[in-house]
């Protein structure tokens, strides 16, 4: 069964530096979405795009977070300089279309701890 | 603005026991609405869906009906086994005639006892 694909599962890294997650959506997938889920609380879309183009961006701390698509299929999400609050759960999730309707699959998650 | 709100939790109950997870939302509009499932150490699952009012979602024994008039979404099952152990969240998509995105509750830990 295709799967979202996402590295690494864990990281730890100290606050000022720079952290980088990937994901792989399921093939044929023009959406991919990526969200924050802080301990206790839901899901919170950062970035969502069609094929490579940003379609919804206006969650995303843009002085310290940047997301890229590049040939629309796989993803980057950086974080530069990590703060403490950015310790989450980052989801990846793709979908095959934009309708209200469409199921997202989401991948298993980065826990980042910033210390 | 589109908001999940979800009763909160945990929700502690004996194998067998019925089930009901409170969701109310506010949308603009007529929303899809979803519940989905997160097993300890995994990603979110869709349970259930439904699109338009008075719809009905089911899988796996769960259930939720869309009440627009009560703008609701309640889950519930018959009877709960350990299995169902994990966090539900109730979700919509708003129509916003573009494109789509998933707007979560903060989720309800369910802890099922043998």
């Known amino acids: 069964e295709a799967e979202v694909a996402q590295s690494p599962r864990y990281k730890i890294t100290e606050k000022s530096q720079a952290v980088a997650f990937w994901c792989d959506p399921i093939?044929?997938?023009?959406?991919l979405y990526w969200y924050r889920q802080i301990l206790g609380q839901g899901p919170e879309l950062l970035v969502q795009?069609?094929?490579?183009?940003?379609?919804?961006d206006s969650q995303l701390p843009k002085d310290r977070f940047s997301a890229e698509r590049l040939k629309g299929v796989d993803s980057t999400l950086k974080i530069q300089p990590a703060e403490l609050g950015d310790s989450a759960m980052y989801l990846c999730?793709?979908?095959?279309?934009?309708?209200?309707?469409?199921?997202?699959?989401f991948g298993q998650g980065t826990r980042l701890t910033v210390v | 603005g589109n908001s999940v709100t979800q009763m909160e939790g945990p929700v502690t109950l004996s194998e067998e026991a019925f089930l009901t997870i409170n969701c109310t939302y506010t949308?603009?509009?007529?929303?899809?609405l979803f519940w989905y499932v997160q097993y300890p150490g995994e990603g979110l699952q869709l349970l259930l869906k439904?699109?338009?009012?008075?719809d009905k979602g089911s899988n796996k024994g769960f259930e939720a009906t869309y009440r627009k008039e009560t703008t609701s979404f309640h889950l519930e099952k018959g009877s709960v086994q350990v299995s169902d152990s994990a966090v539900y969240f109730c979700?919509?998509?708003?129509?916003?005639?573009?494109?789509?995105?998933?707007?979560f509750g903060a989720g309800t830990r369910l802890a099922v006892h043998p």
């Open positions: 999730a793709s979908s095959p279309a934009t309708g209200m309707n469409t199921e997202a699959f």
């Open positions: 093939s044929g997938h023009a959406t």
């Open positions: 795009f069609q094929d490579e183009s940003v379609v919804d």
């Open positions: 949308a603009t509009g007529y929303p899809s």
């Open positions: 439904a699109t338009k009012a008075d």
């Open positions: 979700a919509l998509t708003p129509f916003s005639g573009g494109y789509n995105k998933l707007i």
